[in-house]
């Protein structure tokens, strides 16, 4: 009578094999979550999801105020609706900058397609003689606002100056990203490229 039987020696090998590949999936598993979590916390995003615009933290909170229309009546912010917004606060002196900036914000605005509804542009004067720069086409969702302090304080570094060349310093026009509930979340410098506020503003648009 036989006895069909293995000596453990044989089995040796194939057990070492087992665990390789345990230890093998342990690494690639673990490492790959340590690798996400150091790359998560160095601030490094893949460039398909980082944003164009300077990121506010802590973001700037105009929740509560109601900014007065030129064309009369309140602007509210109604966090129900899925409504973002584009914010230019120009300073009093502004000119053909001011023309070159809202031409650049339409044509983003009319570059939104389907979308556009959904994205305000919000024009804050300066002074009560302030209009939508003469000649440019106005978004069909353009709000002119009027002078509002609080607001344009909510807009972080506004104001400030910017060498552009010249002995003046003049400032530049830097735009803003309001999400829905009232909060400046992100800014662009004077100079910026409308490819990049188009880019950050459809994607934010998606997130519903």
């Not at 044989?10 to 690639?28: E, Q, T």
């Not at 916390?41 to 893949?46: A, Q």
């Not at 605005?109 to 209009?131: I, M, Q, R, S, Y």
Request: hydrophobic share 45%; with cysteine.
């Amino acid at each position: 009578m036989s006895h069909d039987t293995t000596p453990d020696g044989a089995n040796v090998p194939n057990r070492n094999r087992n665990r390789m590949l345990l230890v093998l999936l342990f690494v690639m598993f673990f490492g790959s979550m340590l690798v996400a979590g150091l790359l998560r916390f160095s601030g490094w995003r893949p460039a398909g999801t980082k944003n164009v615009g300077e990121l506010l933290e802590p973001p700037g909170d105009v929740r509560n105020l109601s900014p007065r229309l030129m064309s009369g009546g309140e602007y509210v912010w109604k966090a129900g609706e899925r409504t973002w917004r584009i914010v230019v606060a120009p300073p009093a002196d502004c000119g053909a900058e001011c023309t070159t900036l809202a031409r650049e914000v339409e044509t983003v605005w009319e570059l939104f397609g389907k979308d556009a509804d959904e994205v305000h542009v919000l024009w804050l004067c300066p002074t009560d003689a302030c209009a939508w720069p003469a000649g440019v086409k106005p978004p069909a969702t353009l709000k002119v606002l009027a002078p509002n302090a609080q607001l344009r304080a909510g807009l972080r570094r506004v104001d400030e100056v910017t060498v552009k060349g010249d002995p003046a310093n003049a400032r530049g026009v830097p735009a803003y990203v309001i999400d829905p509930y009232g909060f400046v979340i992100l800014r662009y410098a004077p100079g910026f490229d409308p490819a990049g506020l188009r880019t950050d503003v459809a994607r934010l648009v998606k997130l519903k």
